[in-house]
């Protein structure tokens, strides 16, 4: 989840005299006072939680049909009990989270017990687990047998996790669509609160960007391609489109590299919705909120004010495009003080045609369209525009990604390859401010999300 600075000091003082008057652990206690918030204000996308059942009791679902302990969601996901559902942008939205609801045992069962051997990652909300479950039924598994999946199990001594875990129930619960990451169920036993996510076997798009090795027993990554890389851009444009084409225009919030995870054939999905927030109603431009994300990837004027457009997403989207673009990430405080940030200290070049092929990662060895690249760089200027209304809408977006697609495509059938661009002695184009002692890593950080963590920001 990254890491915070502030806090909502009310929120957190309540919560824990609530706890207090109750004799609860904190996250109980604020998930009840979460859920009450969403009985009122989203009756329609409360899912159906085990309220009043005795902890590890038979529990109801919205949607799906009883089977053993707790109800089960087919494993295909998506198909309604009934309630009505909105489709749009090869998505669906659907009226009531239609999730499956596993005991605590279940999910112990699924990762053996929550062995350390089976963590795939962790971060502000908990760790995550790789477990197994079955196809059909999606009950425990024997380790290899079945359907991997990831179970994301939250740290007890979180206090935002809890509202972050709510959110995940509430839209991804409700949101299906073939670039977002598919939440097949949840449980809240006692003080425990877990999520269940089909497995992404590839990991996320910043491991393959900036890390010289993925997960443990995954090898060594090898540099993405371009054209894999427009295909990934492609993909979480889709997402994040779908996202803002729905009736509430939901707001992400939090998009960046690592919250864009890639399955066994490198398709992209956006995951964790902890932040994401409906869009503004009733005429309005915008929401008021705390401002929460994460450094370099926020926009400017949420940074500033707290007002979150939709368009602030599509910032976030061009500040991820210029990672693609270039290799390096949007925040590193090991670049020169002035390159530290990307999107401020890159602008110029992207702005200047003979520049750019001194930009682009040079990990790439000139194996890409060059039109194709001069086309990226102006959309990601326009995406990282100062002022929203200049931006794109994230439908043009997709549009422009599928051209520059197709460009490239064109290029390379034309050529044999890709255009190749001018390198320095070293065989790769000195980019600008790379002089020498500039402290530049041209290919980009490597190493543990811990060593070039993405921060989140909170006012």
């Not at 008057?21 to 604020?30: F, I, S």
């Not at 009226?95 to 999910?107: G, I």
């Not at 489109?241 to 960046?256: C, Q, T």
């Not at 110029?348 to 040079?362: I, Q, S, T």
Request: hydrophobic share 35%; aromatic share 6%; glycine share 12%.
């Amino acid at each position: 989840m990254g890491n915070c600075f502030g806090s909502d000091v009310p929120e957190v003082g309540a919560v824990k005299a609530m706890a207090h008057a109750h004799h609860a652990h904190p996250q109980v206690a604020m998930a009840k006072r979460v859920m009450a918030a969403s009985n009122t204000n989203h009756a329609a996308v409360s899912p159906g939680m085990p309220g009043k059942s005795a902890p590890g009791a038979p529990t109801t679902s919205t949607g799906g049909t009883g089977a053993g302990s707790g109800n089960k969601r087919p494993a295909g996901g998506g198909a309604t009990n009934g309630g009505s559902e909105a489709a749009t942008l090869d998505g669906r939205i659907l009226e009531v989270p239609n999730l499956r609801v596993f005991t605590f045992a279940e999910l112990r069962a699924a990762t053996r017990n929550f062995k350390p051997d089976t963590v795939l990652g962790e971060g502000g909300f908990g760790r995550v687990y790789k477990g197994w479950v079955d196809e059909r039924t999606l009950s425990p598994a024997r380790n290899g047998a079945g359907m991997p999946v990831a179970v994301k199990k939250l740290n007890p001594e979180s206090l935002q996790g809890v509202q972050e875990w709510q959110s995940e129930v509430n839209f991804l619960g409700r949101l299906s669509h073939p670039n977002l990451v598919r939440l097949l169920g949840y449980c809240w036993e006692d003080k425990e609160l877990l999520l269940v996510y089909e497995y992404m076997a590839k990991g996320s798009l910043e491991d393959h960007l900036f890390r010289s090795e993925l997960r443990k027993g995954a090898g060594a990554a090898q540099p993405l391609p371009w054209s894999l890389r427009l295909r990934i851009a492609i993909g979480a444009a889709r997402g994040l489109a779908f996202l803002h084409s729905s009736e509430k225009h939901v707001i992400y919030r939090d998009f960046k590299a690592s919250n864009i995870l890639l399955d066994t054939h490198f398709n992209a999905k956006l995951s964790d919705f902890g932040l994401a927030k409906d869009g503004p109603a009733g005429g309005s431009s915008h929401v008021t909120t705390r401002v929460m994300g994460t450094y370099g990837y926020a926009a400017p004027e949420y940074v500033a004010t707290g007002h979150l457009y939709v368009k602030s997403d599509v910032y976030g989207f061009g500040v991820v495009l210029l990672e693609v673009l270039t290799g390096l990430r949007a925040l590193d405080t090991d670049r020169p003080v002035a390159q530290q940030n990307l999107a401020d200290w890159a602008k110029p070049f992207l702005a200047d045609r003979k520049k750019l092929a001194r930009l682009v990662d040079p990990r790439l060895e000139g194996q890409y369209s060059s039109r194709g690249a001069q086309r990226a760089a102006q959309l990601t200027l326009r995406c990282l525009a100062v002022d929203h209304k200049n931006r794109p809408s994230m439908r043009e977006v997709v549009a422009v990604l599928e051209e520059i697609e197709s460009m490239s495509r064109t290029a390379t059938r034309l050529d044999g390859s890709a255009s190749p661009r001018p390198t320095a002695r070293s065989g790769h184009a000195r980019r600008p401010g790379s002089g020498s002692g500039s402290g530049l890593d041209l290919a980009g950080p490597s190493g543990g999300r811990g060593t070039h963590p993405s921060p989140r920001v909170v006012g």
